[in-house]
Structure formats: C-alpha cells, structure tokens
C-alpha cells in the first residue's frame, strides 16, 4: 500500500479537513464576540495562532493512533482485520458536514447582525478648528473669522463611495513622504471627477495617516462603502506602487495589484489604478468614466507634489517654498497646466491681507496672469478655475463672476473644498446665507475633518441660530482629532454665540497658548478678552484690531487711530475706525475717513456688503455721522441700504446676538425706541454682550437713559458681565 493510500485510509486527510473547518469557526464565532465585548486585537490574532500551531499535533495524532471500540489505541497495537477506520471515516464526514452548516450561519448571523458598536456614518460631526484667512468677517470688525462646525444627519452610506487614504511611504528615504501622499491625493482627485461618485475629501482621508484604525471605523467616519490603500516605494529612477481596494462592511479585498514603472510611467500608473477601481465599482453604472492624470516630465511633477504639500501648510515660508517648487517645474515643463494653477493660488495666499508680504496689487496682478495661462493650456483645468474665482472675490470684489468660476470648478471636481469654501463665503458676502450654509453642508459630507469647512459650517449655523446643533456634535469630532488644539478654539467660540463667556475666554486661551501664530484664534480671544473688558490683556495678547479698540478704551485714543489706520490700509473694513472716531464725537472725520477712500456709498458697498449675518454696523455708524453733520440727503442713502442689509440678513434666518445688536442700534437711530428696547432684550436673553456704545455721552441710545426698561436690561447685561468675569477670578465692575 502506498503512502498516500495509508494516509487515506487513517483517516489524516478527514482529521485534516474537519480540523480546518472547525478551527475556521471558532476564530468567526470569537472574531464576533471578542467585536461585541470590544476586545483587544490582540486576542484575536491569538485565536488565530493558537488553532494553527494545533493543526500539525492533530495530524500526527490521526497518523499514531486509531478509534476503535475499546476506545483509542496506538495505530501498531490494532490488527488490521479488526479496524473500523472505514466507520469513523463516515462519521468525520458528518463532522465535516454539520461543521460546514455551523460555518454558513456564522456567516449569515454577521452579515445580518447591526454593527452598533461602529460609529453613526456621517452622523454628528462636530465642528471646529481655526480656519484659514480665506473667510468671511465676523464680530463686526472685518477680522478674518473661525467658526464651528455643527452635526450632519447621518445618509445611508452610497454603495459608489469611496475613501482613498494616504499610501504608506516605503521608501529608504523618509523625506519621500510627499511623493506617497502626492500619489494618493492624484488618485483621489481623478476619482472626485466621476459623475455619481462620491469621494471623500483629502483631508478627511488623510486625517488617518499613521493610524492603525479598523477599516470599518474609517469608513462610518467618512461615510464611504470603498477604501483604497496602498504603498509607493521609490527608489532612484523606479517606483513600485501597490494598491488594494477594500469593501468596508465585510472586509472584503475587491482588488490588489502592484505595478514596478519606472518614474516616467507614474501617470500610466495612476490612470492604471483609477480604471480598475472604477471597473470593480461597476463603472457602467456610474457613466462608464474613465480618467487621466496630466502628463509632465517625472521631475517636474516631482517637484509639484513636493509643492502642493507645502501649500497645504498654510504659512509664508511654505507658500515661499510652494511658489519656488512650482516655478522650478514650469521651468522643465513651460506646459504643465496643473503647475500654473497651483502657482496663481499660492500667490494669492502670499499677499499682504493672507499669508504673505507681497503687496496686495501686486499679488492680485501676478496670479490673475498665472491662472490665465493655466485655462490656456488646459480650458478644464479645475483648480485653476477655483483660483480665478477668488481672485474676483478678493480682487475684483465681484462676487456674480467669483460664483460663476467656483461653480464650474466644483462641476469639474466637487472634491475642490477651498472652491467649495471660497463660494460660500461669496454666496454669504452676497446675503445669501441658506444657500452658504447649503454649500458648507455638501462640503462637509465629503470632507468632514476638513477645518476650514468645519469652522465655517459652524460659524454660518450659529449666524441662522443653530447653536445648540454646533454644540452637541464636538464630543463626536474629536474621537477623530484627538490632539488637535483648535477643538477648544472651536468649543470657544461656540460659547461666544451663547453668551458663555468664561469658558469661552478658557477654551480659547488654552487655544492660543498651544497654537499661538494661530492668527484667527487670536482674533478671537482677543474679541471675547475686549467683551469682558480685559483691555490690558488685548493689548498684551491680541490682534491689531481689537488692540486699537482696547487702547482707545485704555486712553490712549491717537495710538489706538494709528494701530486702526494701519489695519484698514492691509484691506480690512474700517468699521473700527469708525467706532473710535465715533465714541469721542468726531463724525466730521469719520465721514471725510471713508469718503477719501471710498467716494460713494456704491463703492463702500462693493468693498464690504455687510449681507453676512452679523449686522450693518459700518453703514450705521456712517449715518449717523451724516446725521451729525447735518447731511440729510446721505443720511438717508446709509439707512436705506443698512435697512435693506438687515432685513435681507433676517428674511435669510440670520439670528445671532451680533445682528440683533446692529438691528437694535439702526432702530434707534430711525427713532424706532420700542423696537430698539425689544431688540436689545433678545440680545441680553442670548448673553449677549454688545461692544457698541450704549452708555457713552455719544451714544445713540442716550434717549433711552432712565427709562426703567432700558435700565433694566443694562442691569442684567452688566449683572452678565460681572458673573462671567467672577468665573475668570476678575474683578467685578459697578452696575
């Protein structure tokens, strides 16, 4: 008898078999209920390890021994005449069977069982870190503003979704990082370009670098049913790329493969990869698409990649850095449109009133050139669009135009979310605040980690008075960004909206002391310090524009004009100028400030439209001037169109305690003193704690001085004031 034969007819090949079935469900029966107790991985892995290491004893015990029906027996002690192996071999079979039954129902169960332990898919995100300077104002000062981002209903995850996360740097190099991430992101915006594909943002990708996350938590977080991963190792002129897409429910590896190019076939590779995702997602039903990656010389887009991750750092000497790069590739490749594109944005992000010293003319001049030689060369070149539309926002403050270019843009490629937040920000210059909010929502379903999307999600919320929405949802962010300091930026300045002004003055110090160039979050400790009367401390710690407030409060009145001078002439709204000039009865030069800069009320207009939802402060604090100065005509002209921004604000749901503030200030100066007192009641029921002058020999509301009503709200605000600066162990201040 052979071997083989002798194998068989022990039965090794049966034990083998019902050993592998059996060890196969019981590391499914403990995968699910080590899942439902939260287990550790590691038991797991265990498991695994335990039954494999058994396998071998367990043939070599089938090949010793024997079953008979005095029981177990050493295979050399049984006469052959007397061995049953053909019986036990029958009940191995049924084993095996019932075994293989057990397996299909453990099968079943998973599939069918709820995965409540995962997070809700594009449930309640939160919201907030500090954003870029690419915003819309708020606090009535024209500082650049952060805001907070606020829950999303949760959508049934889209079967055409997908996440594609950073590849894995395997390169000897470490610095080669970029060129990992630089293929990833490629990927993932030839993807984006695909009609009925959603595809999660970079960010929010991204946000999992480095982590060893369960591929089912990161797909709930980013609402996808697909992920790509994979790996770039470079090596002198050879790269190997290998990718691998991943069914997020079950685990299931739809697809792998590896590609080994050299450097000048890395787009083959990219166009390579997006096909095959796209064919294994079924590309028929999602138009049968195909994409393509520009073509360039290997080290010019070497050096672009390396160029869009500066970028991405949002700072002078990165955008320094990014502009060079990219000049360095156009110099190789005179037409590479995507080097064009990347090189007008970063040029707008350098100037004076962004990230940069350039000159603001000068900036505005060079990118519009730039970007215009990108659609050149490439008439679909989306990013290039996206930059012309802020460049007709920020420079040409045309805002039909900087809509018309951002749209088409996010038609091209809706995963653009600057296009996405610069449109918003132009849709809320405009006054149109639902639709801004409508935008920011589509931005954060894609991208939801994604900070400068989440802050003005939030901001715009709490500028309709959805409040309490941004609130609840942070606790969800941050099982995400755990270390990120903006998340108490974010909480702050929620509390702002809600008239805690404590914890919002904690939130944001703690913000600050860990991200201290963090500008914007500057800007707004520096506000809610100026709030709570803490002048010193603006003029320690703040920003410039709130520093010259504090200092006019402080005495210091020509220091304080100087400081607000110089921020105005870096392009921001002279609101504050104003409000100095104003609290010490200067109208005449208030008036002769602005008209020397802007001539008209249409041109002031154009410059700051005041339609954002947080009041018309600018053109009320010009009519009252002209009603000082006896100039009844403008007088009118600056109530008509401040009367029109506000009602615009409110018909589009604006309903924060900055609008009602502006409202209430307006409707005393139309002498509307009732309407004035109700308003000013809603500001002190939200917390409010107004920085206009209520109480000043100046003031507007000097009518309202005695009347109980107006006493009484003043005595709460103040009552307010005093017990969150109790909180901050301050001094109290008289009533």
Same mark, same amino acid.
Do not use: C
């Given at each position: 008898?052979?071997?083989?034969?002798?194998?068989?007819?022990?039965?090794?090949?049966?034990?083998?078999?019902?050993?592998?079935?059996?060890?196969?469900?019981?590391?499914?029966?403990?995968?699910?209920?080590?899942?439902?107790?939260?287990?550790?991985?590691?038991?797991?892995?265990?498991?695994?390890?335990?039954?494999?290491?058994?396998?071998?004893?367990?043939?070599?015990?089938?090949?010793?021994?024997?079953?008979?029906?005095?029981?177990?027996?050493?295979?050399?002690?049984?006469?052959?005449?007397?061995?049953?192996?053909?019986?036990?071999?029958?009940?191995?079979?049924?084993?095996?069977?019932?075994?293989?039954?057990?397996?299909?129902?453990?099968?079943?169960?998973?599939?069918?069982?709820?995965?409540?332990?995962?997070?809700?898919?594009?449930?309640?995100?939160?919201?907030?870190?500090?954003?870029?300077?690419?915003?819309?104002?708020?606090?009535?000062?024209?500082?650049?503003?952060?805001?907070?981002?606020?829950?999303?209903?949760?959508?049934?995850?889209?079967?055409?979704?997908?996440?594609?996360?950073?590849?894995?740097?395997?390169?000897?190099?470490?610095?080669?990082?970029?060129?990992?991430?630089?293929?990833?992101?490629?990927?993932?915006?030839?993807?984006?370009?695909?009609?009925?594909?959603?595809?999660?943002?970079?960010?929010?990708?991204?946000?999992?670098?480095?982590?060893?996350?369960?591929?089912?938590?990161?797909?709930?977080?980013?609402?996808?049913?697909?992920?790509?991963?994979?790996?770039?190792?470079?090596?002198?002129?050879?790269?190997?790329?290998?990718?691998?897409?991943?069914?997020?429910?079950?685990?299931?590896?739809?697809?792998?493969?590896?590609?080994?190019?050299?450097?000048?076939?890395?787009?083959?590779?990219?166009?390579?990869?997006?096909?095959?995702?796209?064919?294994?997602?079924?590309?028929?039903?999602?138009?049968?698409?195909?994409?393509?990656?520009?073509?360039?010389?290997?080290?010019?887009?070497?050096?672009?990649?390396?160029?869009?991750?500066?970028?991405?750092?949002?700072?002078?000497?990165?955008?320094?850095?990014?502009?060079?790069? &990219?000049?360095? /590739?156009?110099?190789? %490749? $005179?037409?590479? *449109?995507? =080097?064009? +594109?990347? @090189? !007008?944005?970063?040029?707008?992000?350098?100037?004076?009133?962004?990230?940069?010293?350039?000159?603001?003319?000068?900036?505005?001049?060079?990118?519009?050139?730039? &970007?215009?030689? /990108?659609?050149?060369? %490439? $008439?679909?070149? *989306?990013? =290039?669009? +996206?930059? @012309? !539309?802020?460049?007709?926002?920020?420079?040409?403050?045309?805002?039909?135009?900087?809509?018309?270019?951002?749209?088409?843009?996010?038609?091209?490629?809706?995963? &653009?979310?600057? /296009?996405?937040?610069?449109?918003?920000?132009?849709?809320?210059?405009?006054?149109? @605040?639902?639709?801004?909010?409508?935008?920011?929502?589509?931005?954060?379903?894609?991208?939801?980690?994604?900070?400068?999307?989440?802050?003005?999600?939030?901001?715009? &919320?709490?500028?309709?008075?959805?409040?309490?929405?941004?609130?609840?949802?942070?606790?969800?962010?941050?099982?995400?960004?755990?270390?990120?300091?903006?998340?108490?930026?974010?909480?702050?300045?929620?509390?702002?909206?809600?008239?805690?002004?404590?914890?919002?003055?904690?939130?944001?110090?703690?913000?600050?002391?860990?991200?201290?160039?963090?500008?914007?979050?500057?800007?707004?400790?520096?506000?809610?310090?100026?709030?709570?009367?803490?002048?010193?401390?603006?003029?320690?710690?703040?920003?410039?524009?709130?520093?010259?407030?504090?200092?006019?409060?402080?005495?210091?009145?020509?220091?304080?004009?100087?400081?607000?001078?110089?921020?105005?002439?870096?392009?921001?709204?002279?609101?504050?100028?104003?409000?100095?000039?104003?609290?010490?009865?200067?109208?005449?030069?208030?008036?002769?400030?602005?008209?020397?800069?802007?001539?008209?009320?249409?041109?002031?207009?154009?410059?700051?439209?005041?339609?954002?939802?947080?009041?018309?402060?600018?053109?009320?604090?010009?009519?009252?001037?002209?009603?000082?100065?006896?100039?009844?005509?403008?007088?009118?002209?600056?109530?008509?169109?401040?009367?029109?921004?506000?009602?615009?604000?409110?018909?589009?749901?604006?309903?924060?305690?900055?609008?009602?503030?502006?409202?209430?200030?307006?409707?005393?100066?139309?002498?509307?003193?009732?309407?004035?007192?109700?308003?000013?009641?809603?500001?002190?029921?939200?917390?409010?704690?107004?920085?206009?002058?209520?109480?000043?020999?100046?003031?507007?509301?000097?009518?309202?001085?005695?009347?109980?009503?107006?006493?009484?709200?003043?005595?709460?605000?103040?009552?307010?004031?005093?017990?969150?600066?109790?909180?901050?162990?301050?001094?109290?201040?008289?009533?």
């Amino acid at each position: 008898m052979s071997f083989f034969e002798e194998l068989k007819r022990r039965n090794v090949f049966r034990v083998g078999i019902a050993y592998a079935v059996a060890s196969w469900l019981l590391v499914q029966v403990a995968d699910l209920a080590l899942d439902v107790i939260g287990a550790d991985d590691w038991l797991l892995r265990a498991v695994v390890i335990l039954v494999a290491l058994g396998f071998i004893p367990v043939v070599i015990f089938a090949w010793a021994f024997e079953l008979t029906p005095e029981g177990i027996k050493r295979e050399s002690e049984v006469d052959r005449t007397d061995s049953i192996t053909n019986v036990t071999a029958k009940k191995l079979d049924y084993v095996t069977i019932g075994l293989l039954v057990g397996a299909i129902v453990v099968v079943g169960v998973d599939r069918l069982l709820p995965e409540s332990n995962l997070p809700n898919a594009g449930g309640s995100f939160a919201a907030a870190k500090s954003a870029d300077h690419e915003q819309s104002s708020l606090l009535q000062d024209g500082a650049d503003s952060g805001g907070v981002g606020a829950s999303l209903a949760a959508d049934k995850t889209p079967a055409k979704s997908i996440a594609v996360l950073p590849f894995v740097n395997m390169s000897e190099d470490a610095n080669n990082e970029y060129f990992s991430d630089g293929i990833s992101e490629e990927i993932l915006n030839a993807l984006a370009k695909v009609a009925d594909l959603k595809v999660a943002g970079r960010t929010s990708s991204f946000a999992f670098k480095g982590e060893n996350q369960d591929l089912r938590v990161i797909g709930a977080a980013l609402n996808v049913s697909h992920i790509l991963e994979g790996s770039v190792r470079k090596a002198g002129n050879r790269v190997r790329v290998t990718a691998q897409l991943i069914k997020v429910d079950d685990g299931y590896h739809v697809w792998s493969e590896n590609y080994d190019r050299e450097l000048d076939d890395i787009f083959a590779i990219q166009d390579e990869i997006s096909a095959a995702i796209l064919n294994q997602l079924k590309a028929h039903l999602i138009g049968g698409e195909t994409t393509t990656v520009a073509r360039t010389d290997s080290k010019a887009y070497d050096l672009y990649l390396l160029a869009g991750q500066r970028i991405y750092e949002r700072n002078e000497a990165s955008l320094q850095m990014a502009s060079k790069l &990219l000049n360095e /590739a156009i110099g190789i %490749d $005179p037409n590479y *449109a995507p =080097a064009y +594109a990347q @090189l !007008g944005i970063a040029t707008l992000l350098l100037s004076k009133n962004n990230y940069g010293s350039i000159p603001v003319a000068e900036a505005y001049t060079k990118s519009k050139s730039i &970007l215009d030689r /990108a659609l050149e060369l %490439d $008439p679909q070149q *989306a990013e =290039a669009m +996206a930059g @012309l !539309g802020l460049h007709a926002q920020s420079a040409l403050l045309d805002y039909d135009l900087s809509n018309q270019w951002l749209e088409k843009a996010l038609a091209i490629n809706p995963n &653009l979310t600057n /296009a996405s937040i610069w449109l918003a920000i132009s849709l809320s210059e405009q006054g149109n @605040l639902q639709r801004n909010v409508e935008i920011l929502q589509q931005a954060f379903a894609r991208d939801p980690l994604h900070p400068v999307t989440f802050n003005n999600y939030g901001m715009e &919320l709490a500028n309709v008075g959805r409040v309490d929405e941004a609130r609840t949802s942070i606790p969800e962010l941050k099982r995400f960004l755990t270390s990120d300091a903006s998340l108490n930026a974010a909480q702050g300045k929620i509390e702002v909206f809600a008239g805690n002004w404590a914890e919002s003055n904690r939130l944001l110090t703690e913000a600050v002391e860990r991200e201290p160039l963090n500008f914007v979050d500057r800007a707004w400790f520096s506000s809610v310090a100026l709030n709570t009367e803490q002048y010193e401390r603006v003029v320690e710690m703040g920003t410039n524009n709130f520093k010259a407030l504090a200092l006019d409060q402080l005495g210091r009145t020509e220091e304080a004009l100087l400081l607000a001078e110089q921020w105005v002439s870096e392009g921001n709204n002279p609101l504050l100028v104003l409000e100095i000039l104003l609290r010490h009865g200067r109208f005449q030069e208030a008036i002769d400030y602005i008209e020397t800069r802007w001539p008209t009320l249409d041109a002031l207009e154009k410059a700051f439209p005041e339609r954002s939802g947080n009041g018309a402060e600018l053109l009320v604090l010009l009519a009252k001037s002209y009603s000082q100065a006896g100039n009844e005509a403008k007088f009118n002209d600056a109530m008509r169109r401040a009367g029109e921004a506000l009602e615009q604000q409110v018909a589009e749901g604006g309903s924060s305690w900055i609008l009602h503030t502006s409202r209430a200030h307006f409707a005393m100066l139309g002498g509307d003193h009732e309407g004035a007192l109700e308003l000013l009641t809603k500001v002190a029921d939200m917390g409010g704690l107004p920085r206009i002058d209520l109480r000043g020999e100046h003031s507007d509301f000097a009518p309202l001085h005695g009347d109980p009503r107006f006493e009484a709200i003043m005595a709460r605000m103040r009552q307010h004031l005093n017990t969150e600066r109790a909180e901050l162990g301050l001094e109290p201040l008289a009533i």
